[in-house]
Structures are given as structure tokens and as C-alpha cells.
């Protein structure tokens, strides 16, 4: 999948995969406005952390150029570009990236658009890298396999660009051979799992498997996986890691197992500034994710987008750059 069918600038807007409608529909959104932009983060049309740092910073600029449309002062400019900053809370990359071109953009829309676009060529080349790395790291910590892998979420070309985190680990275990299967959790309440991550290892020809959340406790117990590798939407600095809601039951799972859990993440997604998981800001999501359609009308639900792992439950981190051991750590 090409970074451009994911996420791209062309002719003044943002061009973006609605990632709901996958994978039985393709629909192309043309954002055009902040509104747009901030609609399409909050309802998961643009999702995964890199990805909202991509679209944050290309965010700047479609802000700017509505500013110039709408006649816009510098002060409702900042609050529309606070508006993207803060569409989702959990994942670092999105206010990250904002900052990142917000500050640029003092010097004109030119500068705005350079740094967007190196926020853009930056995250598909680490994600080239993160996947070489990783693989390595797990190759040399499970042995040379066939590896049987257990995935959560979608970490992907559609949440990262180029061959995403944790799952462009597994395409580099694929293509060096040594990969058996992969145990995809569904992801629920959104199925990110079943719809994305299903879709994108089809695609990859990657054999796989889907499993029911509440499963994949039990199938990591009962030694059918000999590794789990996620992404993460924020590493704090004492190196806990807020991922998708289940995550960390799959880290409970692997250290029972004795098996690797490796979180593969950009530099980008880790946040010095934020001293421990209690730190980092959970995102509850409205009731209805969960409850239609099988709950009575009227169900409350307590919907919570992510979790936190605690470091000493991680084996390692893999970013671009370097492996960091942590709490967990086999080799
Ligand atoms: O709510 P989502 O779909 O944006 O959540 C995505 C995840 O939790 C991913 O695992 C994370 O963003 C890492 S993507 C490399």
C-alpha cells in the first residue's frame, strides 16, 4: 500500500483513506476545512499515532489556507490549529507534530509546508527502520522460528505510513522467512484488528489468523504464539506505554508465557515530558461503540480507547534508532 493511498497532500488538501469503511468499502476523503479535518480524527477516519502526527502537521497548513479563505486573525488561527492539537488526547504524535509546523508557520506557509512534509518523509522512513530492527530483535530473542506472532490493533501502513510499526516487524520476519503466522486480535470495540490489520496482511500475503479478544489471553497461555508485538500511542519517560485498550492483558499473557512482548514505536512517540503511564491521558469514547448493537437502549458502557502497560512488563522498545530493554527483557 502506497503512503499516498493512506494519507497525502494534493492541490491545497488533505487526501485520506476513510479508514471506517475498510475493508469493504474505499472511499477517498477531500479535506478541505479544520471542521473536516477534526471530524474525520475524532470519528477514526485518519487514526493510529504516527498518522495523526502526519495529519496534524498537514493540518497547519490546511488551516493557514482556510485562514487566508475565511479571513481569519491570527488569534482564531491558533485556536483552529489548538482544535487539530486536541481532536484525540491519548496518542503524543498528533500535538507533537502540530507544535512542530505551528512553529514554522511564523515564518511563512512555505516554511509550514517544508516541515510538514519532513514530518511525512521522517515517519515513513522510520518505520522502514523499526521494522528491520525489530525483526532482528526478535529473531535473536525467539531463535531463527518459523516465528507465530500475536498482534493487536492496526499498526500498519493505514496507522503509520510506509511498512508501520509492529506490523511492518512482522513483514520483515515474513521476508526474511522466518515467520509462520500471525494471531490478529479483532480489536474491539472498533475491530481495527478484523477490519485493517486483517486487510493489510492479505494484501502482504501474510498468513493469519483472527482472534477474539477475550481469546487471546488463553492462546498466548497455551504457547501459540512465540512473541507478541504491538505499536504504542505514547511511551512515557519511565518507559510505560499507553496502546490500544487490550494490550495489556496480552502483556500480562506473554510474561506468564515467558515470551517476548516488544512495543515497536517511533521516537516520536515517546514523551519525556510525561513522568509515568498515570501521567498519560486515557480517551474514553462514546457508549455507543460498544453498547449498539447488542446492549438494551440505554446501556451505559465504560469505553476506554486505551490501556497502560507497565514497563516491567515490556520486554523492549524498537524505534528507528535503537532498542531499549526494559522491565521484561530476555536477551
Ligand atoms: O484508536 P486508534 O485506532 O487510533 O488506536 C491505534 C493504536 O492503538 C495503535 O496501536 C497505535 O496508534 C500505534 S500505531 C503504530
Request: with cysteine; charged share 25%; proline share 5%.
Amino acid at each position: 500500500m502506497d503512503t499516498a493511498d493512506v494519507l497525502t497532500w494534493r492541490d491545497g488538501h488533505i487526501e485520506a483513506l476513510d479508514q471506517t469503511v475498510l475493508p469493504h468499502d474505499i472511499r477517498v476523503l477531500r479535506i478541505i476545512t479544520v471542521d473536516e479535518l477534526v471530524d474525520a480524527i475524532t470519528r477514526l477516519a485518519i487514526r493510529g499515532a504516527p498518522v495523526l502526527g502526519v495529519a496534524g502537521a498537514l493540518g497547519v497548513v490546511l488551516a493557514m489556507d482556510q485562514a487566508g479563505r475565511d479571513g481569519w486573525d491570527g488569534a482564531r488561527l491558533e485556536t483552529e490549529i489548538e482544535r487539530i492539537a486536541g481532536a484525540r488526547p491519548t496518542a503524543v504524535n498528533l500535538r507533537r507534530e502540530v507544535r512542530t509546523v505551528a512553529a514554522r508557520a511564523r515564518d511563512g506557509r512555505d516554511a509550514a509546508t517544508t516541515a510538514a512534509h519532513a514530518v511525512l518523509d521522517a515517519t515513513v522512513a522510520a518505520s522502514l527502520d523499526i521494522s528491520r530492527r525489530g525483526a532482528d530483535y526478535l529473531t535473536r530473542a525467539c531463535g531463527p522460528g518459523p516465528l507465530r506472532v500475536h498482534t493487536h490493533c492496526n499498526t500498519g501502513a493505514l496507522a503509520c505510513l510506509g511498512w508501520g510499526t509492529a506490523l511492518g516487524v512482522i513483514h520483515a520476519l515474513h521476508d526474511d522467512g522466518v515467520l509462520a503466522e500471525v494471531i490478529v486480535d479483532e480489536t474491539r470495540p472498533l475491530l481495527q484488528g478484523a477490519r485493517l490489520t486483517c486487510w493489510e496482511l492479505d494484501q502482504l500475503g501474510i498468513a493469519h489468523r483472527l482472534a477474539c479478544d477475550g481469546a487471546a489471553p488463553f492462546l498466548i497461555a497455551s504457547g501459540r504464539s512465540d512473541a507478541v508485538v504491538v505499536g504504542a500511542d505514547r511511551i512515557a519517560a519511565n518507559g510505560d506505554v499507553a496502546n490500544k485498550v487490550g494490550t495489556y492483558s496480552l502483556a500480562l499473557a506473554a510474561r506468564e508465557a515467558g515470551i517476548p512482548f516488544v512495543v515497536a514505536a517511533p521516537e516520536s512517540t515517546l514523551d519525556e515530558d510525561t513522568p509515568s503511564g498515570a501521567d498519560i491521558r486515557i480517551e474514553e469514547r462514546p457508549d455507543e461503540e460498544v453498547t449498539v448493537p447488542a446492549a438494551p437502549a440505554g446501556t451505559r458502557a465504560l469505553n476506554l480507547a486505551f490501556d497502560i502497560t507497565p514497563a516491567a512488563l515490556i520486554s523492549a522498545v524498537v524505534t528507528e534508532d535503537r532498542v531499549i530493554p526494559l522491565g521484561a527483557a530476555r536477551s
